[in-house]
């Protein structure tokens, strides 16, 4: 396009009668080429539009005539100045690539892909972030395979920025060294939560540059669902309780006994009690932080995810996910969210793999 301007100006300037000047559209074409090129590019282009205008002088008039050396003079100056920008925008993009990757990175590091299946269990898993440049926030999910069967962690992390994510990465730290080795879901949660109590403790930690302690606290939803036996177990921290889709009915696993958040413990002083909730070939269990059903439409509508599940029609953990994130950036007003979104969905089957 920038070419083709020069060319059409340049042709157009030459057959145009003495009064009419195109000469200043030519500065069209370094300005539009700077928005999508390099500056290598740029400069060559605004030194093919300097050229052309320097053609149109002689053809007219001549080099020197007062009109004709102002318009290539102000074309010069404009094809530097948006070469240099074209520069700043690609050093600015090249941070930002770098930054992307080590975002992706952290994001492997801290939330591993979940298999997709594990012993009688379909998994699929899906991090929906409140802003494109960020790819992990405070959300949280983690499977850890047991002799028995596989325990799932869901959480959510008050704050964001980096003090959230190294939150997140501590709890499922944690969860993943000791998921394996204690005996009952209460043990774990009580293990998870003096590791969250103790880090909130540590004079060190600082919530921002104002060295201010740190208040944070953690929701989660821990499970632990057996191979053998069609029931899950279910300690709820404060965290929206986890879904059951069965048969095209959807229905909340609410806890009799919930516990408060991770790290707020020692000021309740409450025992972790598992709850067991059936769980049967068929049945899928959706697990979610808060950012999927905060998410608001044009009229201020909270996402009615019961609703919207029940709605899907049956499909794999995989479909599933895909649906509802899908409908759920729908559902806002930008198709953006206003906070950070993780699922979790899983399936159980007839058999063991």
Known sequence: MPLGLIAVVTVGDILAPAEVHLGPFLAAAPAVTASFAGPRTTACVGALAVLAQSVVAVVR???TDLNHSLQVTALILISVCVTFFAHLRERHEKQLTQLRAVAEAVQQVVLRPLPRRVGPLRIASVYLAAEAEAQIGGDLFAAVRTAHGTRFIVGDVRGKG???????????GAFRAAAHRQADLPSL???????VSSD??????????TGAPKEAFITAAVLDVPDTAPVLHLINCGHPPPLLLREG????LQVREPAPPL?????????F?????????????LLYTDGVIEARDGTGTFYPLAQRLAALPPSGPQRLLHRLGEDLLAHTLTGRLGDDAAMVAIQREDRVR
């Open 61 to 63: 008039t001549s080099l």
């Open 162 to 172: 980096l003090a959230a994510v190294g939150d997140a990465a501590l709890l499922l």
């Open 189 to 195: 949660v009580a293990y998870l939560e003096g590791t």
């Open 200 to 209: 909130l403790d540590d004079p060190g930690a600082v919530a921002s540059r």
């Open 249 to 252: 009915r959807v229905s909340a």
């Open 263 to 271: 790290g707020l413990t020692a000021f309740t002083g409450s025992a």
């Open 273 to 285: 009690t598992a709850q067991a909730f059936p769980f049967r070939p068929g049945d899928t269990l």
